[in-house]
């Protein structure tokens, strides 16, 4: 992390005496504490995984988790985007004088794929603790009616960017019959990144992308972009679905009922910018 953030010494971070953390924290100003914090909290991470866990959890996967953590809860704290290592930040960020009603009505929402496509949404629910995964995908045509949907466990998982670059995977699968071709959307930036510059390649998630990857040479035309969490409800919920009753499915053209008022709220036209 300190290739990232100007961290102060480590001898400056040791255990000194009764509060000595407090203390740590009390000598740093408003953002440093706040990294501080983000990396005890995901070095607690890498210890549990290490003792209760499988001990796969990378290292590297962690430092890149805590960073994109990091700039989203400083975007959404002060309304501002957080340069990336690269000095890049998202386009037309919500500006911070913006009151919460015009941040509702720009929320960007779920679109229809162009003409003769199809449009793979994907997500992934990943619970640190106890490394409970799950994915869910849904696959909809150029009119918005759904495909097929489909949503399952995720038996080994390390990382929150492995049980994303799962979710891509099994979407592929899922979309394999299709013969237009199709554009995938997924809420994780960090598995885009990997897809178009091998960010995370010795990664067990840079793995399973690599596979991906390998099942994407099957379409006839396959691109893969970043959307916001609020344009993915659908994928979003059918993870949430799994998590919520432990089970795995499948369905062609529909969704589970629990699913079907977001998909429903997708294909409505007031609601598509």
């Given amino acids: 992390m300190e290739k990232v953030w100007n961290l102060p010494k480590e001898e400056d971070l040791r255990e000194t005496g009764p509060e000595w953390a407090l203390n740590i924290l009390a000598n740093q100003d408003d ?3 706040c990294k501080i914090l983000f990396l005890w909290w995901r070095a607690w991470h890498l210890r549990n995984n290490s003792i ?3 001990g796969k959890a990378m290292i590297n996967d ?7 953590y990091y700039n989203t809860t400083m975007q959404l704290n002060f309304g501002m985007p957080t340069p990336d290592r690269k000095g890049k930040c998202l386009l037309s960020p919500v500006a ?4 919460e009603k015009d941040r509702r009505t720009t929320t960007q929402k779920w679109t229809k794929p162009p003409l003769g496509w199809a449009k793979i949404n994907t997500d992934a629910s990943f619970i640190s603790a106890n490394g ?3 994915w869910g995908a849904i696959v909809r045509d150029d009119q918005g009616n759904t495909i097929s949907s489909a949503w399952s466990p995720i038996p080994r998982c390390s990382t929150v960017e492995e049980a994303e670059a799962i979710a ?5 699968r899922l979309a394999s019959t299709v013969d237009t ?12 990144d990997a897809w178009n510059w091998d960010t995370i390649k010795r990664s067990q998630a840079g793995i399973v992308i690599n596979e991906a990857k390998h099942a994407a040479l099957s379409f006839q035309n396959l691109k893969i972009e970043f959307i916001p969490r609020s344009a993915n409800g659908a994928a979003h919920r059918l993870a949430a679905f799994s998590r919520s009753t432990g089970c795995n499915g499948v369905l062609y053209g529909s969704v589970p009922e629990c699913v079907l008022d977001q998909v429903l709220s997708d294909c409505n036209q007031n609601n598509i910018l």
């Fill in 31 to 33: 953002s440093m504490r």
């Fill in 52 to 54: 209760f866990g499988d």
């Fill in 62 to 68: 962690s430092a890149c988790f805590i960073e994109n």
């Fill in 96 to 99: 911070a004088s913006r009151n």
């Fill in 132 to 134: 409970a995964a799950h």
């Fill in 168 to 172: 891509v995977l099994e979407g592929l």
């Fill in 181 to 192: 071709p199709c554009c995938l959307e997924t809420d994780c930036k960090s598995v885009t």
